[in-house]
């Protein structure tokens, strides 16, 4: 099998560091089965390329991030509230002088010039080397890939590297290894399967929120009493109010914020804003958000509602990451976020994430905007998403912790759960060697929806011919919303009794071969909101959008009313809401969504059921309660 050629080199290896005092076997410290989705392996990597190979190290305390968390964000714990400042957290994460010491001297020892490393004091040694010195270093093979859809050029080394057993202690990944870090993808890819070519009206590659009612054009009405009773087929904010109770003046929004994140070519456009503020909040005609940072494309689509729920006295700020040419990853939105996660490159990859300036035409000349947000805002909504499996698991981890260390500076950090049930990204599902396929049998999770460390939102609907006050059900329109259970990450504490009794009660009929069934992994989403039938402007005409995409920033609007709330009266935000949503004390704040499954991967998927399901999570907010209740936590 393929292992042969890693186990020759292996031994030789292996008779090097015999003879060397610092001898330490090698241990394969990464390795992937399958390639990602639409990647193929074109030729060898030059020997002469240069490569910035960096070094991850392993942060100290992680292991207690969780606790740590909970101190901070559980409603009874006496630190409630009591969040982190940023160089509080960075400097209780910092890799250790040994972790640093170890990779530099490994480094060293193999013949690499201290002038060609740099070590940035927050996790990171960067190499400048050739692929044949990283070869020689990791004991693997790089080679170019590329997409087979989007002809994307990557270097890699496709199945795994290694490393001598004492600095992999120190380690948590080397890049460029292994790791696709594909772009992200906004969790609505639907109109491929629904209406071909839908996504060309938002005018921009990648685009595709609107599904055009069938049929032509919308018929939406004026008065209130009209929307009220269209509810079932047109969502308005007014709709959003009626659903969620949610009517609410901000006290204090020059003390508080609500980001936005998008990723370029995702975009608004201000004429659209406006169309759309005409008819459903004539008071905010004219109204944009506060571009934080980034590439300032032209505007989004998702503020539209965050904006009108919250009327034009809050702010919302608009995280845009990217832009045109090279698009973005998540990295790009922690370097944003954490100055320690981008210094001397951080996280970047630059065969992958966005790099600049850029220098392509049309690109964002300006600096990659380093930990440019100097506090990040109480509530971050995005609803972009990965595949867990189109990363690693130690990738995953790192990003995945990076939301833990937010919400212990008091971020409530909040991911659409994705739109394809229990399948994946484009309908895509798993195969027992790990690879993704349509026809994949495997359940299919989605990133970050898996990471314990963030609020991951599926998406509702008023059924056709229910009234707006009637129990909504799971979407089962256009879109499924994206549920279940993470193969990487472990369950945590606070969600043990509402997953277990779930399992409990109400045990899936699947085989354990097909999904997670262990019952000690990390379960999503965590709540929900209606995801179906928005009507936005869109292109100078109105369109209907569904999707979790529309129901992670309902959410974050209401959150970010709460905080306000709080804040008016001296109170610190909310910050990592899950203890606190999944204790007892907040059981009935929700509306239990009991109506619907999530289809995915040939089957029924989950059902909606009494109590916490991986289809809904806890439920709907019922923002009355919610408030209430968060009112009376210190
Ligand atoms: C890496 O080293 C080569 C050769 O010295 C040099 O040309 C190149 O600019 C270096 N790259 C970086 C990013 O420092
Ligand atoms: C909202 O943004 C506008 C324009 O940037 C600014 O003038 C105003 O002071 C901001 N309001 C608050 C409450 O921050
Ligand atoms: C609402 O939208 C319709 C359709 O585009 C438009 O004709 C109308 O002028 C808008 N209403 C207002 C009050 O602007
Ligand atoms: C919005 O932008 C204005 C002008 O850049 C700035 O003064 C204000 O603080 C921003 N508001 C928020 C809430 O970020
Ligand atoms: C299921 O989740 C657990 C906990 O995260 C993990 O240890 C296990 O490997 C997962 N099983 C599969 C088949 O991915
Ligand atoms: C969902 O409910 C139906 C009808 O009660 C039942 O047949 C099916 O087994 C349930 N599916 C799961 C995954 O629990």
Request: aromatic letters at 10%.
């Amino acid at each position: 099998m393929k292992l042969t050629r890693g186990f020759a080199l292996l031994s030789l290896v292996l008779a090097a560091y015999a003879s060397s005092p610092l001898a330490s076997s090698l241990v394969r410290h990464e390795s992937r089965s399958e390639l990602p989705t639409g990647w193929q392996q074109v030729h060898r990597a030059s020997a002469d390329l240069f490569l910035p190979l960096r070094v991850g190290l392993k942060q100290p305390n992680l292991l207690e991030l969780e606790s740590l968390l909970l101190d901070v964000s559980h409603p009874e714990s006496p630190n409630y509230g009591q969040h982190w400042e940023p160089e509080r957290v960075a400097s209780h994460f910092r890799p250790s002088k040994q972790a640093v010491d170890t990779v530099r001297q490994w480094l060293q020892d193999e013949g690499i010039a201290t002038s060609r490393l740099r070590y940035d004091p927050n996790g990171w040694v960067v190499a400048n080397v050739t692929v044949k010195e990283a070869e020689s270093l990791l004991k693997t093979e790089y080679n170019i890939y590329e997409h087979a859809e989007t002809s994307t050029k990557h270097v890699a080394c496709g199945k795994g590297y290694y490393l001598p057993q004492h600095v992999s202690e120190h380690v948590d990944f080397v890049t460029p290894t292994i790791h696709f870090d594909v772009k992200v993808k906004r969790e609505n890819e639907f109109e491929k399967r629904t209406v071909p070519g839908a996504g060309k009206h938002i005018g921009q590659p990648g685009a595709g929120a609107v599904v055009p009612k069938p049929g032509g054009t919308i018929k939406y009405v004026y008065n209130i009493i009209d929307e009220l009773q269209n509810c079932d087929k047109t969502i308005t904010p007014n709709c959003l109010r009626a659903l969620y109770k949610f009517l609410y003046e901000p006290l204090v929004p020059q003390k508080n914020d609500y980001a936005i994140v998008e990723y370029t070519p995702q975009a608004y456009l201000a004429d659209d804003m406006d169309l759309f503020f005409r008819n459903f909040s004539k008071s905010q005609v004219g109204q944009r958000p506060n571009l934080s940072f980034g590439f300032n494309g032209e505007s989004n689509l998702d503020l539209q509602y965050a904006m009108a729920l919250l009327g034009k006295r809050q702010n919302i700020t608009l995280y845009q990451v990217g832009d045109l040419p090279q698009g973005a990853s998540f990295n790009n939105l922690l370097n944003g976020l954490d100055a320690s996660y981008c210094t001397f490159e951080g996280g970047n990859d630059p065969l992958q994430d966005g790099i600049y300036p850029d220098p392509l035409d049309g690109g964002f000349k300006g600096p990659e905007d380093c930990g440019k947000v100097k506090k990040p805002a109480n509530v971050i909504s995005t609803s972009y998403g990965y595949n867990e499996a189109d990363l690693t698991p130690a990738y995953t981890a790192r990003q995945c912790a990076e939301y833990g260390k937010l919400g212990l500076m008091g971020v409530t950090v909040l991911y659409s759960s994705g739109d394809f049930g229990v399948a994946g990204n484009s309908n895509l599902c798993l195969n027992p060697d790990g690879s993704q396929t349509l026809d994949g049998k495997l359940f299919n999770p989605s990133f970050p929806g898996g990471c314990p460390f963030i609020t991951s939102i599926g998406a509702t609907q008023v059924l056709p011919g229910k009234k707006v006050t009637d129990p909504e059900s799971a979407c089962m329109s256009v879109i499924f919303s994206g549920g279940g259970f993470s193969n990487y990450f472990a369950m945590p504490d606070y969600q043990k009794s509402a997953v277990t009794n779930y399992l409990t009660k109400f045990p899936p009929p699947y085989s354990a071969n097909i999904w997670n069934s262990t019952g000690k992994s990390r379960a999503f989403p965590d709540i929900s909101a209606n995801g179906a039938n928005y009507i936005i402007g869109i292109n100078g005409d109105f369109g209907l959008v569904f999707g979790t995409s529309a129901s992670s920033p309902v959410m974050g609007a209401i959150l970010t009313a709460i905080n306000d709330a709080r804040i008016a009266i001296g109170k610190k935000p909310i910050g990592f809401i899950n203890p606190t949503i999944y204790s007892s004390s907040f059981k009935d704040a929700f509306n239990d969504i009991t109506i619907g499954s999530n289809p995915g991967c040939g089957t029924n998927g989950f059902n909606a059921t009494e109590g916490w399901d991986p289809v809904t999570g806890l439920g709907t907010p019922n923002f009355p309660k919610l408030l209430a209740k968060w009112l009376l936590l210190p």
